[in-house]
């Protein structure tokens, strides 16, 4: 496969979104990266901080804003005629090279904050993070985007406890609510991730419990490069062929989105 | 149960994100309102044309902003003592009087737009959309939130098709990509959701299928009031008593998140 982006061997960017600097998300990210700083070259994005924009809209085109036709298509043919917005191929330049993407945020309504939903809507266009044909026709995507070669660390804190958010808890398992972004975004583009680093009951840590969390936190990072990667199935397997479901020999019978992973399969 | 904002009988509001006027979301939003407005009072918020700010920020504390405490919990102190923004009020008041809301996208990402996603971090706060006690010392959450009383139908367009957004798709199938919104916001605040509903292949249709679509949108409108709304489990019946998950009798060995759907309970 080609690596349109070959990313520079050391670096990683770790993308932020919370409002308040003296939140533990401020700690988290503030601490994060002086700890990743000792063995990487670390870019930041800290959306909040830069005033980042998240809104996708005409003037995202260019001079090509008031064109007819796909939008989606559209911000491809921005991205390749140098068209898209100042802060967008800012973002671009860090995304291309970085191998590794710490992707840090509250939950916020079982979600990411718009802000960071924003970044995705507008940053990974077309042309930059999918689009191009395989050789054999093949869209790249689902394993092999425009983002090949990255690993991603997800790092979420959430109001709720593990309980809430684990397999059949009431706001359903953390791993399904975030399948648009590890599977729809990350995967689709080309990144395989790591298992989530989860923050529960974010909201009534005390001093203690806060320090016991960076801790685990610093340890995760530290040896985050040793760690395998989670792999969802590939496109180009043929697993999905012909009826872009699930061949029905492959997990018979389940319907949850775990048919997705591939089986004994980590980077 | 209390209702804490009794909607207006016959009152919709009609929630629509996407940026070019002259898209088929545009035509879905323009014919949509008129064959509703035929049956209903139809408020509207056409995110883009507002130029809503999807952004939550200290400044929606108005004059709580740099407080020290939990976030969401002083949006909730902002709400009850008339510190929120004045947009964001505005917003409040049109949910406040729908008893039906209509929220309508195009699918980015396999989520919301980042102007929706961020509509819902700033406008659904504590005190407004949820946060109460019911009288056992439950929070009012999972079928009995602020919204109590309301109706939702979404409308998506994808530009995949059917198989990829099914049952064992490639992309996850809709309803569980949607599950954060249909059920952790909507249902998380008291809302029912109707079965969504979806155009795919969005992007390639000729003229003779957009106007099929328009027309299949237009029935679908003027029937919404008999149809059933799809219920989730409620928090109160005791199904996650003690453990907040899924108590092991209901639907057992199952992970999907279809687990959540009421059996045989239609509103």
Sequence with gaps: MTISHPPTPGTALWLYAHPRPDSLNGRIFREGVDTLAGQRNVLTSDLYAQGFDPVLRESDLGQLSGTHGNF????????T?????LDVRAEQRKVAEAELLIIQFPLWWYGMPAILKGWIDRVLTAGFAFGDLDETGLPRRYGDGGLVGRKALIIVTAGEDGRSLGSRGISGDLDTLLFPLTHGVLWYSGVASYDLHVI???DGLDDDAVARELRRLRRRLSGIAEEPARLFRNLRDGEYRGTRALRADLAPGRTDLNVHLADDRRL
């Design 72 to 79: 989606a298509e559209l911000l491809g043919d921005a991205y």
């Design 81 to 85: 005629q140098g068209q898209l917005a």
């Design 200 to 202: 529960t009951d974010a």
